[in-house]
């Protein structure tokens, strides 16, 4: 592979890591042991790499590799700008804290009978797939990324083969499969109406596209990604597939998987389809989506089903940040996603710790929670309070960039979406307060035996599926290997806040990075090939 700058050779590790690590976890079979370390070592890796590629990037602007030495227009191109590296780094400490948790939860969680050992090596892919998608710099490698991540997750929501999680497995294969198919369609037309995937050539050969085509190949294109999103109203299948997983199967889901979406969504938006007359049409899909998501919230009365509505709102405000398009509003979508995947993320691991404390995820069956085990209160009421927009948290700073942005743009419909949001936060504020009324707060009318193992309902008494053996000597008890990564993503979540300054700058930077597009397509294109047009792109 040919690079252009000091730092290119490092972007297609986190791919190639990944996928190395995962046949390596393959090849061990039954030793989880060091199926584990692999694991660990190739996701810390990945770490080191995405926050090198974040220095590079900030400092020196898109760093870019062109696989196998082929132009830019021929070959692979992989890019880490600001957005994608920053991403990729936020990306990979969540795997990583993930993958801790899973070690504790893994094997109290099924019996002897689960195939698991391919846990390590399918997560492992799953990796590599949102790695490739953050990176790709064409289309069709994009729609590579998607494939391998979401074949990666049809096993992961499937873990344990049980009734309901094999339901739930296939609706979300039947409608990943429907939107995959979509976004194939759509970068065919592409092809043809330009003659090639790469985005960069794309920014420039779409302006010449009748505008009637090219607003086709856009809708088609949101569309697909609205679908992996979970926009309203193409957000119905999120809610019945992720709360059936494995609590950290479903943590990383609700924190990454949705957030690929929306990095294509603003990736496309920015960068192929810059001044697009649908901007209206986002607006109204992110009101939408905020609105209806938070009702169905507030209408649940289990923790895991209410957090999947919460996670479906809560993707409007990213929408709407790429819909305003201005350098305030992409730098607030860029830093409330960093906000909304380690603080989904922390709150779907803390509900695991739920279920093990408290038996259960139903509201009807938990309480005093918040007297029997004080840290698991603590450890739910920071995230959700941050997810609420509480001031001085990270979602209040988030949003209120957001709020500030839609403002500065005017207009009935901004005023409608600003109003829309901030009444979304206040709901969701409401559906949290429910929470914790009923689960920590109020007294539980019936305590459980302390009989054995912690059983949920869908496993047995004992197993080893993911490693050595943990025993939980109790319902009550909480198993360290679980507690300790989910104290540290509490931790991380609520340092947002202190380093929100730093943050925003990058986020800022990164907006203006997206919508002066002349140094993203001028580094890929100058391969040697073109000089010409590349330096004819003009912001």
């Not at 191109?77 to 957005?83: N, P, Q, Y």
Request: charged share 10%.
């Amino acid at each position: 592979m040919t690079a252009d700058s000091a730092m290119s050779f490092l972007i297609p590790l986190p791919v190639v890591l990944a996928l190395f690590g995962a046949g390596l976890c393959l090849a061990l079979g039954q030793n989880a042991r060091a199926q584990r370390v692999i694991s660990f070592v190739v996701l810390s890796a990945i770490v080191v790499i995405a926050g090198t590629l974040l220095w590079a990037a900030d400092r020196d602007g898109p760093q870019v590799v062109y696989v196998g030495g082929w132009p830019a227009r021929m070959g692979i191109v992989l890019v880490a700008d600001r957005l994608s590296a920053l991403l990729l780094l936020v990306s990979a400490i969540v795997t990583l804290s993930v993958l801790a948790y899973s070690v504790g939860q893994g094997i109290i969680e099924f019996g002897r009978e689960t195939p698991l050992s391919v846990f390590y090596p399918t997560y492992l892919v799953l990796v590599a797939g949102v790695s490739n998608a953050f990176l790709s710099g064409d289309l069709f490698n994009l729609y590579v990324g998607f494939e391998v991540l979401l074949a990666a997750s049809y096993v992961l929501i499937t873990l344990g083969g049980t009734g309901p999680r094999v339901r739930a497995g296939t609706t979300y294969v039947v409608v990943s499969v429907l939107s995959s198919m979509l976004f194939l369609i759509a970068i065919a037309g592409v092809y043809a109406a330009t003659g090639t995937v790469n985005m960069a050539d794309l920014a420039v050969k779409l302006q010449q596209v009748p505008e009637g085509v090219r607003i086709v190949l856009q809708l088609m294109l949101l569309t697909a990604f609205a679908i992996k999103a979970a926009v309203f109203p193409l957000s119905a299948w999120l809610p019945d597939s992720y709360p059936t997983a494995p609590a950290p199967v479903t943590a990383v889901f609700a924190g990454l998987l949705t957030k690929v979406g929306v990095y294509a969504i603003m990736r496309v938006q920015t960068l192929l389809f810059p001044d697009s007359p649908l901007s209206d049409l986002l607006l109204w899909a992110a009101l939408l989506t905020m609105l209806i998501g938070i009702l169905g919230a507030i209408a649940q009365s289990d923790i895991k089903r209410m957090l999947s509505f919460t996670l479906v709102s809560h993707i409007g405000y990213m929408v709407f940040g790429v819909a305003i398009a201005s350098d305030l509003g992409l730098a607030g979508a860029i830093f409330y996603i960093v906000h909304h995947i380690t603080i989904q993320t922390t709150l779907f691991l803390v509900t695991g710790l739920i279920e093990i404390r408290g038996g259960s995820t139903s509201l009807e069956h938990l309480g005093g929670l918040a007297k029997a085990a004080p840290v698991l209160a603590l450890m739910f009421f920071l995230p959700a309070m941050n997810l609420s927009g509480i001031p001085p948290f990270s979602g209040f700073l988030g949003k209120v960039a957001l709020v500030q942005a839609g403002v500065d743009r005017a207009g009935w419909l901004a005023y409608l979406v600003v109003a829309a949001s901030i009444v979304t936060s206040l709901l969701t504020l409401y559906a949290i307060a429910k929470t914790w009324n009923r689960a920590f707060w109020r007294p539980r009318a019936e305590e459980p035996d302390d009989v054995g193992e912690w059983v949920p309902s869908t496993g047995t008494k004992s197993g080893e599926p993911w490693g050595d053996t943990v025993t939980v000597t109790s319902v009550r008890s909480l198993p360290r290997a679980m507690v300790a990564p989910t104290l540290t993503l509490v931790a991380l979540g609520t340092a947002l806040t202190l380093v929100a300054g730093p943050l925003f700058g990058i986020t800022e930077r990164a907006a203006s990075e997206l919508r002066d597009r002349t140094p993203y397509i001028q580094t890929v294109l100058d391969d040697g090939s073109t000089p010409d047009d590349a330096a004819a792109v003009t912001p």
